[in-house]
């Protein structure tokens, strides 16, 4: 089957992006121009996020980092919520008072449920 002439221009494109960035790759000036390169884009994108960060903020709406907090703050809860259930099927097995209706919570992993 031949090939359009469309693919043969993308293949021959893509072998020659190859050859040039194996070529700047081995020069340490491009290494040092990549690393460059990747640290400014890290460092906008950090100031992106936190420019994003202080918009959903100033219009009184949750960013990232505020739905993490809850992630943990949720797990915490769960976490102590179990120990109390723990401790109250204890006493009711020692027989103190008995939880009635109460469910076990359920740790399936996901510290957001």
């Known amino acids: 089957m031949r090939k359009k002439l469309s693919e043969l221009l993308f293949e021959e494109g893509a072998r020659a992006v190859g050859r040039a960035a194996g070529a700047v790759l081995s020069d340490p000036r491009g290494q040092e121009a990549l690393a460059r390169a990747v640290g400014l884009a890290q460092r906008g ?27 943990k703050q949720v797990a915490r809860l769960k976490r102590k919520t179990r120990e109390i259930a723990e401790q109250l ?15 076990r919570p359920r740790d399936d992993g996901d510290p957001t449920r």
Do not use: K
């Open 89 to 103: 099927d204890a006493a009711a097995a020692a027989g103190g008072p008995a939880r009635e209706g109460a469910e």
């Open 45 to 71: 994108l950090h100031l992106f996020e936190s420019a994003q960060e202080a918009a959903l903020h100033a219009l009184g709406l949750a960013a990232r980092p505020d739905y993490q907090e809850l992630r």
